[in-house]
């Protein structure tokens, strides 16, 4: 006795959510790597202030 395949009528349009789903994620992996990688070279921190080239508000101008 053999059954016969009765497709389920969300099996394809869940397959195609999945499918996309999965290569979006897998882009924006992809995409968030490469940006981190790249902003390796651009340094983070800002150069540090001294104190001696601030004026002071109530100083000599």
């Known amino acids: ?4 395949h009765v497709p389920d ?3 394809t349009p869940l397959s195609w959510v999945w499918a996309l ?9 992809g995409l968030l790597a490469h940006t981190e990688l790249s902003s390796a070279q651009v340094p983070l921190a800002q150069p540090t202030l001294s104190a001696e080239g601030v004026p002071l508000a109530d100083g000599p101008v």
């Open 1 to 4: 006795m053999s059954r016969s």
């Open 21 to 29: 789903g999965t290569a979006a994620g897998l882009a924006m992996f």
């Open 9 to 11: 009528p969300l099996e």
